[in-house]
Each structure stands twice: as C-alpha cells, then as structure tokens.
C-alpha cells in the first residue's frame, strides 16, 4: 500500500523571517488536527536554515528546490548536495518545469543531478509533465516517455526506492487550471507502465507517484481517490496554512 506524500513548493517565496513562522504555524496546525500523510515543505535555499530550525525533529521533511550538478568547485550562485546534506536536507526537487523552461535545463542535466543526488544518499522528487502545445499535438506519451528513460538513465533498480515522480502537466501549474482527475490518473497509469517497463513490476507498484498543478483543497480529494494518484505536488496553495492543511488532511 503506497502512503500518500504529499509536499509543498515555496518556490521564490518566504524570507527566511516569514518561513519560520510559517513553519511554527503550520506544525501546530498539523499537530492539533493530525495528518496520515508523508509530509514536506521545499523552502528557497536562503530560509531553509530558518525553516529546519523549527522542523527539524517534526514529521515534516525539509527539501530543496533544486541543486547543482557538481559537488563543488568553480560555480558561482550554485548550492552543491554536500552542502544541503550538512544542513540536513535529504531530499531535493529537481526537474521541475520551470527549471526546464526557465533555465535550460535538459533531460540529460537533470539525469546528472538525479545521479549525483543519489550518490550522496538524498532522496529525489523528479518532475515530469507535458505542455499545452505538446499535448494537444498528441505527443503526451512521447514527452514523458523521454523524460523518464532519459532523466532515469543509470539509476540502478536498488536506488528507485530513493525516488518520486511528480507528473505537472505544464500548462496547469500555476495558471487555476487542472487536468480532470481522469486525465491525470491516465498519465500516472502511463508513467508507471513506462516504469515497469524499464525496470519491474514491483518497482513500478511501489513508485510514488504525486500530481501537481493548480491543486487545492477543493479539488485534492477527487485526485486522491484515483488508483495511480500518490500525492501532491502543491504550489501556491502551499504558501497559506489555511490552503496547505486541508490537503495535508484531506483524508481525515
């Protein structure tokens, strides 16, 4: 039985002065009403300090955003995994659209992070998903397909326990729109059988599998209740208590 994870991506929001209180606010939230859900937050770089500070022996996981493709040297504005890991972070989102879109990132950039991620013992939420134009030419099986068998390319079947997909469709992160539950379960199906595929049928069945884009509190139930549907990668509605803790608990 796959437990559902649901995580919240701050994205460029928060100092670190509001990220504290938020956390100390959002931890009493969930602690006075509970939540049955493997829980993060991914905080900028600059406040994840402030952030652990309050989390750091809660249920709640502090990841990062992103992170450099090489363990030090000569990259000026980049954060290594060896200096998330000595914070302690342990988990970090890589892949995510507007890392892609943004700043060019490619399959076989975010391939190499995958692998360094691993190699120095982090968990991975990696970000797949089509876009409006790619969809609607009929090529949402051959993008995804892609970003797996690429993004995943040397990750030995031993490590995919360290690892999370998140399906974002590109065109619903952000924008209030939302693929119909239906729809998303269909590509969650897709990207499982693209996993057993590549790997095992237990692997695949055990695969954390989380949906992002434009989730809320009044849509998260129906997504939830979807066979392939894990989780949540949830972004504006992360940045309120009153918006994150009903999905926290939408199964309570």
């Known amino acids: 039985m796959r437990k559902a994870y649901i995580a919240g991506n701050w994205k460029m929001n928060m100092t670190a002065t509001e990220g504290r209180e938020y956390a100390k606010a959002l931890l009493a939230a969930v602690k006075e009403k509970g939540a049955d859900v493997k829980m993060m937050v991914a905080p900028p770089f600059v406040t994840i300090p402030a952030v652990l500070e309050v989390l750091k022996d809660s249920p709640i996981i502090v990841a990062a955003q992103n992170m450099a493709d090489h363990?030090?040297?000569a990259y000026t504005g980049e954060v290594s995994p060896l200096m998330l890991k000595d914070l302690?972070?342990?988990?970090v989102i890589l892949g995510h659209s507007e890392r892609r879109q943004y700043y060019g990132e490619t399959n076989e950039i975010i391939n190499g992070k995958i692998l360094l991620a691993l190699e120095c013992g982090m968990d991975v939420v990696y970000c797949v998903g089509e876009t409006l134009e790619e969809r609607e030419a009929g090529k949402l099986e051959e993008?995804?397909?892609s970003?797996?068998?690429v993004g995943?390319?040397?990750?030995d079947a031993s490590a995919m326990a360290h690892i999370t997909i998140a399906y974002e469709p590109v065109w619903a992160i952000g924008?209030?729109?939302?693929?119909?539950a239906e729809d998303a379960d269909s590509a969650h199906l897709f990207i499982r059988e693209t996993v057993e595929r590549l790997y095992s049928k237990d692997i695949a069945e055990n695969l954390i599998i989380q949906y992002g884009g434009s989730v809320k509190a009044g849509n998260v139930k129906a997504l939830m209740a979807k066979e392939n549907i894990d989780g949540a990668?949830?972004?504006g509605a992360s940045l309120s208590v009153e918006q994150f803790l009903p999905i926290l608990t939408f199964n309570k």
């Open 71 to 73: 363990k030090s040297g």
């Open 88 to 91: 302690g972070v342990n988990t």
């Open 143 to 145: 993008v995804l397909a």
């Open 147 to 149: 970003q797996i068998e």
């Open 152 to 155: 995943l390319k040397g990750v």
């Open 175 to 180: 924008t209030g729109k939302t693929a119909s």
């Open 233 to 235: 990668l949830v972004g």
